[in-house]
């Protein structure tokens, strides 16, 4: 569907959409995506407009609506019987095994080692406080100053294609 060559390009600017910073900047920058693509992938861009009602979670509630309720409303005594035998039934999978869980945290060392040289790397750092929440600006990658212009920017979101929405977006 996809030209080989443009593939890696194309994966990475969908990743990227997927960090966008709120619903505001995402469907701008989804518009712009949408408009940078379309001259290269038509039919990508064609399959990407239309959305898929086929994920994970759509499946699994159509697993307990055919094998557990067959789509019938419940009497809540017998719902409350019924979502414990659904978690004990699911839960099995775990107990044979075929699903891995952590009961601590595991972290390697060369995460604690980098997260510990962010921390002392001298980035410069803005907060803002709104309705009881506060947001954090920080620079992205090697930059350690960030400006309230460069933040005004991203806020105001005044750019115009979608390689300066990543370029701009995601230097802070």
Request: hydrophobic content about 35%.
């Amino acid at each position: 569907m996809v030209k080989k060559s443009e593939q890696e390009d194309l994966v990475n600017d969908v990743e990227s959409l997927q960090l966008a910073q709120d619903e505001r900047i995402f469907i701008k920058a989804s518009n712009l995506f949408v408009k940078k693509w379309s001259k290269k992938e038509l039919n990508f861009i064609e399959y990407f407009q239309n959305e898929c009602a086929n994920n994970a979670l759509e499946v699994t509630n159509n697993i307990i609506k055919k094998e557990n309720t067959l789509r019938e409303r419940l009497l809540l005594s017998r719902f409350k019987v019924l979502a414990f035998e659904i978690v004990e039934k699911w839960s099995k999978c775990y107990e044979r095994g075929l699903k891995k869980c952590n009961y601590k945290q595991t972290i390697s060392l060369e995460l604690w080692t980098t997260g510990y040289q962010w921390v002392k790397s001298n980035k410069s750092i803005f907060s803002t406080e709104c309705d009881n929440l506060v947001q954090y600006d920080i620079p992205a990658g090697d930059e350690t100053k960030i400006t309230n212009v460069g933040i005004d920017v991203v806020k105001k979101m005044k750019w115009y294609t979608f390689d300066q929405n990543q370029k701009k977006a995601f230097a802070i």
